[in-house]
């Protein structure tokens, strides 16, 4: 309260110097300028200025003012502190960052200073995007991941990027070349990405740095210091080298040490707790570049949401650490068929023994989040519940562990799960169980999570609390006895403690007589009733007040005790977390593949690519529950020849629109990444040489943001795709060259299919409305013709989604435009310019098109009319033999064909 009038006693003349507090907090808000300043003042955190209508604004909170500053007022807004989080949540995914200001002495001991002290006060912590650990912050299927990126070596020096989800502890850390970056950013998919200042600026990365947008940020270039680095990390591990944990390159160790050392600076006091720092090795995953994942929508729909895309699809998971992995697998496929195979071996084991999967299933769900409450308790942002969601957690991964013994002869992974969580401390479980009461609050500081029995001056120090307060019912039932007053009551408040209250007219009997007044003594009147205490009221009150201090600090140090035994097992802990998650995906998978009829798909170092039946997961799944139509199998089979160098196959696909030519394309580009996430595929049989780099190119949108238009953004992507995709690659190319003129396109696409062919030697299926490509197969012997059926009914076009070897004969557009709903007369004008079109013949089309009216003039005919003859002038001009002419002669030729017009 003091504080308050200090703000708002501030100099209200104009000018002169702020008041302390204004001072103070000018001073913190100097110190994190980029942040927005929550400064804390009794139950609110309070902004000013600049800050405060900011807020304001993004929270739809009252803006008021609050005193004067150099003659001005200060504008001020609030958020009460019991619901910062949801505050915090809104600015953060507005691209805000908030600087926590907490008081950080007791407000008596700023009053021992002097009458005008402030409060200290100090940032504890920058919350930002990359950094929140709060579970009403975060979405519980989704990694929340803070990244890192250095350079060293100068301009062409080695990059790496290091990232870590600090909610769970992970860490890990790779190498990467400017041409990737992109790509390995986007497949880590953070929520913020830090960078040495200078290298933000590096005029070679702004269009990496465009296109991240304010996901990346600059920070002071020492952060990625690289000849300390290796020290700053191994003194956090508390290890002599990190040789230990990895033989990492010196741009690697930048990166996490930088990364390290943000960390530190949005914590402030508190250590990140992080795990081991994993390296992951260049080639171990599948390069999906960024245009790709988007496109393909792997883990999230064009729209940016979870439904709609292959993850939501596939997600059977049933917890949150679960659901967190397979999205970390979905986003990044293996490459390597060892790998794979081993997580298909899980999937094809619990698929096998259908009752240990659902055993395990059964356990999980529901389990709390034992990752993400380990990191809270690690930071010092912990509460009871957290012990509590550990206690949970650890029984879970006790009993899942047993459910496990009883299996025999487990897979590689599913053994290694186990062995994981018999690792598990039994007696940190055991600890937290017998402390730990059943009805758990969300602070600390309101008491009572202690189990009654598990400490016993506990147990005296509640009785004696207790006790008071059933003497001081007791009490009050002397006091109504002794004055008469039945409505005598005993009640208590913050202010005045335990007190007396009785009706103003029944006074009387506690302030009438001198007698009276010894013993009950005068506290407070209100409106209409009295307040008085006694000698025995106030003794009483000390003691309860005593008791029940002594218990909360039983119970804090009992807190603070179980908070280092969680600590010391943190390692264990995250292990366990990450066998459950391994558990739960595996079992989701295998659970996925027996409802959807899914099957293990061969993945080897071949060149192979042959599924049949293969079917698109996302669209079979939207047809099944809206029009009820059965999804169309397809074979693809774009198979390299066995032990040659000679490359793969591509298939061009022609087909009317609507055909389902985007559609096969896809799901075959998601049948790869399916089977090589370890996953079990939408076909009837697969065989799949491991995919090393996957490339498609379907749909184009404008990048306006970027200054590119459509046609600008597709060959820039086709660019990517030719220059890079190998061997190895597996390629989905879809209509280009649409964005241009007819002759420009087909041109395009013509000599793009022939370097894919020729030049990159990859799997490629390549989809195009240019029927005239299809002659391309008599001189590329790796190149097949496939087309989508369809059936003619009635003029109209019934689409049978089927694939199958040939080429299409036609294009069906303007049905398909008739079916959308196109006006009649547009489709009938259609036709005839169609008709007009396919007589004039292929080589004049351009000319003809060139020469038709304009559609606005046509178009007032209801029906078109009968192609004209050519005017009679027309053919008078043809039959002059212009060489034969005298000047003359031509002169009256002219007149003549002028007055036939
Ligand atoms: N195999 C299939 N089985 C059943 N329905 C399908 C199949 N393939 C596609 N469809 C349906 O047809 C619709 C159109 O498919 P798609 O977008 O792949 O056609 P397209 O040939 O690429 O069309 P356009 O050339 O106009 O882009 C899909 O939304 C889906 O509902």
Redesign the pocket.
Known sequence: MAENAAISATDTSGGGAPTPMMAQYIEIKAANADSLLFYRMGDFYELFFEDAAVAARALGIALTKRGKHLGQDIPMAGVPVVSADEYLAKLISLGHRVAVCEQVEDPAEAKKRGGKSVVRRDVVRLVTPGTITEEALLEPGRPNHVAAMARLGGANGAFAIAWAELSTGAFAVRSTEAGRLLADIRAIDPAELVVGDALFHDEALKPVFASLGRLARPEPASLFDGATAEGRLARFFDVATMGGFGDFARAELAAAAGLLAYLARTQVAARPPLGRLARVETGETMLIDPATRASLELTRSVAGRREGSLLGAVDRTVTGAGSRLLAARIANPLAKAAAIARRHDAVSFLLAERRLGDALRAGLKGLPDGERALSRVALGRGGPRDLGALRTFLEGARETAAVLAGAEALTHELGEAAGQLRALPGDLEAELSRTLGDDLPLQKRDGGFVAAGAIPDLDEARSLRDESRRVIMELQATYAAETGIRSLKIKHNNVLGYFIEVAEAQAGALNGTEEARRRFFHRQTMANCMRFSTGELADLESRIAAAAATALKLELDAFERLVVLVCEAAAPIRDAAQALAVLDVSAALADLASAENWTRPLVDDSLAFRIEGG??PV??A??KSGSG??????DCDLSGEAGSHRGGAIWLVT????????????QNALIAVLAQAGSFVPAATAHLGTVDRLFSRVGASDDLAEGRSTFMVEMVETAAILNQAGPRSLVIL??IGRGTSTYDGLSIAFAAVEHLHEVNRCRALF?T?FHEMTALSARLDRLSNAT?RVKEWQGDVV?L??VRPGTADRSYGIQ?AKLAGLPPRVVTRARDVLRQLERSGEGRRAAFVDDLPLFSAAASRQEPAAPAEPPAAVEALKSLDLDALSPREALDALYRLKAMT
């Open positions: 079917r698109h669209v079979e939207a047809l139509d059965p999804f169309v199998p397809n087909g009317p629109n609507m055909g389902g030519k985007s559609t096969f394309l896809r879809d209509e989809a409305h989508m689409f989604h089927e398909v």
